[in-house]
């Protein structure tokens, strides 16, 4: 699997795990819902600015957020 396609599914492994719901998650981090969910769904890829927005939305930078990602799935 590639990395985009399993970051995708880490995105939204974290963000049910905090039990937030894609809307909710969008609104209060200011993500086009459907632009998420495509990506959660790996019907899209997603733009570095989008990544940012949802790293902060897991109160972290992108750099941890990337390396808690990297370090799970162990690379």
Same mark, same amino acid.
């Given at each position: 699997m590639q990395y985009l396609n399993k970051l995708s599914?880490?995105?939204k492994k974290r963000r049910?795990? %905090?039990?937030?719901? @894609?809307?909710?998650?969008?609104?209060?981090?200011?993500i086009d819902s459907s632009c998420l969910s495509k990506f959660?769904?790996?019907k899209q890829q997603? %733009?570095?600015?989008? @990544?940012?927005?949802?790293?902060k939305g897991f109160n972290q930078t992108l750099a941890e957020f990337l390396a808690d990602f990297e370090k799970e799935i162990k690379i």
């Amino acid at each position: 699997m590639q990395y985009l396609n399993k970051l995708s599914l880490y995105v939204k492994k974290r963000r049910k795990a %905090l039990g937030i719901s @894609l809307n909710r998650f969008c609104i209060d981090n200011e993500i086009d819902s459907s632009c998420l969910s495509k990506f959660e769904n790996q019907k899209q890829q997603v %733009l570095t600015s989008t @990544l940012i927005k949802i790293a902060k939305g897991f109160n972290q930078t992108l750099a941890e957020f990337l390396a808690d990602f990297e370090k799970e799935i162990k690379i």
